[in-house]
């Protein structure tokens, strides 16, 4: 039997012809059936999402300069891969990015950064409207122009 791999709940589990195992390489154990592979990965999962729910921030859009990208999160379980399931406003999504403490000192960095970012923004408009203010110079008629002048003149 050749089978190059299996995926079950997110987890790759190949077969060793060699060894006649089952190998979950995201547990780094052999099994010696996929029977026993795939209760090893449940009980993982079940054992790994245990917490009690917390909250904390996370960045949906991260070079966005808009506040609304920092979103406080309520975390509700955990994969055994380090994936984090959460929910914001009854949305339930799975998150793999950076995860910030919700500490005052957190929110306090985060109001600065959105103050910052908003002055970026501004001075990326204010940049934006002086370059279109520009003279700008048609390259193209230059060229019609000078190639006008130089019919008349001779060549030395």
Do not use: H
Request: net charge negative; hydrophobic share 30%; glycine share 2%.
């Amino acid at each position: 039997m050749n089978i190059e791999k299996i995926e079950y709940k997110d987890f790759d589990i190949r077969y060793d012809e060699d060894d006649n195992t089952w190998r979950c390489y995201e547990l780094s154990k052999s099994y010696e059936s996929l029977k026993k592979a795939k209760e090893a990965i449940d009980r993982r999962i079940r054992e790994s999402s245990k917490i009690v729910p917390f909250t904390a921030y996370i960045v949906k859009r991260e070079y966005s300069y808009d506040c609304n990208t920092y979103k406080l999160i309520t975390v509700t379980s955990i994969t055994a891969k380090g994936e984090i399931w959460a929910t914001i406003a009854k949305e339930r999504f799975k998150y793999t990015g950076t995860v910030y403490k919700d500490t005052p000192q957190n929110e306090e960095l985060i109001k600065q950064i959105c103050a910052l970012n908003s002055d970026i923004k501004k001075l990326e408009n204010d940049r934006f409207n002086l370059t279109s203010d520009l003279s700008e110079i048609n390259i193209k008629s230059l060229l019609s122009n000078n190639t006008e002048e130089t019919k008349g003149e001779k060549n030395d």
